[in-house]
């Protein structure tokens, strides 16, 4: 499975993007995927994930109601939707897959990633 983010930019404070994620080589049906991000120095966090077979979804606290992620299993794509974005969430986002059809909220559940896409959010 190789994954291709995009999406990323800079926005201000309260604008939106949407992070797109491209799956080539297998389909999502039977696999979780989820959002991370990171800044330097510190650890990759969760940021969302989902599951496919079940439609089942999680967020971070942080991003909660703020955040949206989504799948279209023909366009084998997941999508994050970002609303009221804040300084705090800028970073570098990383997609990942992970073969099972639970919801996986840790770096070491999923065995594919994708590059990272900078999202820099100004105040």
């Known amino acids: 499975v190789q994954l291709q983010a995009s999406g990323g930019g800079l926005v201000r404070a309260g604008g939106s993007l949407r992070l797109s994620c491209a799956a080539s080589?297998?389909?999502?049906?039977?696999?979780?995927m989820g959002w991370f991000r990171q800044t330097p120095g510190k650890r990759r966090e969760f940021v969302a994930a989902?599951?496919?077979?079940?439609?089942?979804?999680n967020y971070a606290d942080s991003v909660k109601g703020r955040f949206t992620i989504s799948g279209d299993n023909a366009k084998n794509t997941v999508y994050l939707q970002m609303n009221s974005l804040k300084p705090e969430d800028t970073a570098s986002y990383y997609c990942?897959?992970?073969?099972?059809?639970?919801?996986?909220?840790?770096?070491?559940?999923?065995?594919?990633w994708g590059q990272g896409t900078q999202v820099t959010v100004s105040s």
């Open positions: 990942a897959a992970a073969s099972r059809r639970a919801i996986v909220v840790l770096t070491t559940g999923y065995d594919y």
């Open positions: 080589g297998r389909t999502f049906g039977n696999y979780a």
């Open positions: 989902i599951t496919f077979s079940g439609g089942g979804t």
